[in-house]
């Protein structure tokens, strides 16, 4: 994950999709994260554009 994610740790990747997942629900039995299921929540809101409008193209001439 480290290789393609610039500028953001680990970490803090899996502290926010655990805030996703709570505020989700995408908790399954003993209280854990489901993972698969908070990746579809934010990958859907991404296609139909509920987190906003993000490109995953660089902005000419920055990287």
């Not at 953001?8 to 993972?35: C, F, P, Q, T, W």
């Amino acid at each position: 994950m480290s290789s393609i994610i610039t500028n953001v740790e680990e970490d803090e990747i899996l502290n926010l999709m655990n805030i996703i997942a709570k505020k989700r629900g995408a908790i399954i039995s003993g209280g854990e994260i489901d993972y698969e299921k908070i990746s579809g929540i934010i990958l859907n809101d991404f296609r139909t554009s509920k987190i906003g409008r993000i490109t995953l193209e660089q902005i000419n001439g920055k990287k």
